[in-house]
């Protein structure tokens, strides 16, 4: 089971994904969620709560990186899981993910405050967990 779940916060849209994120119907579905968000500066997919990442969903992740260059939109990749990582890391030679650290999403946020403060806000909102 798979969840997507979405916050904006000022131009930048966080896309939170969840569980096991594998075949057609998952990659669609995130397809359609990150092709809502044509306006953004930055989408910026946590896929901290992930637990797997099929090969449908990869290939998504190609065509969306493709789309959202072609838009002018910076398309980030936050905290993937180490076995969700190690399979972004087999496609090095076709795509080029952008892997956001801590520091980069508190730069994008223009969070000004302390590193933890940031962390514990966003454990506490009750918008940002996955569906």
């Keep these: 089971m798979f969840g997507v779940h979405q916050e904006k916060i000022g131009d930048v849209s966080v896309i939170i994904c969840k ?11 995130l397809g359609d969620e990150v092709r809502r968000h044509g306006d953004a500066r930055v989408v910026l997919l946590d ?4 637990v797997s990442l099929g090969a ?11 789309w959202t260059r072609g838009l002018g939109i910076q398309f980030k990749l936050f905290d993937p899981p180490l076995g969700v990582l190690q399979n972004l890391r087999r496609l090095r030679s076709t795509a080029e993910f952008e892997i956001a650290t ?17 962390i514990e806000s966003v454990l506490k909102a009750p918008g940002l967990h996955a569906a």
Excluded: T
């Design 47 to 50: 896929l901290s709560e992930l």
């Design 102 to 118: 801590i520091d980069d999403v508190l730069a994008l946020l223009h969070w000004s405050g302390p590193k933890n403060d940031f």
């Design 56 to 66: 449908d969903v990869i290939g998504m992740l190609v065509v969306l990186q493709v």
């Design 19 to 29: 569980g096991k994120m594998a075949g057609c119907d998952a990659a669609l579905e």
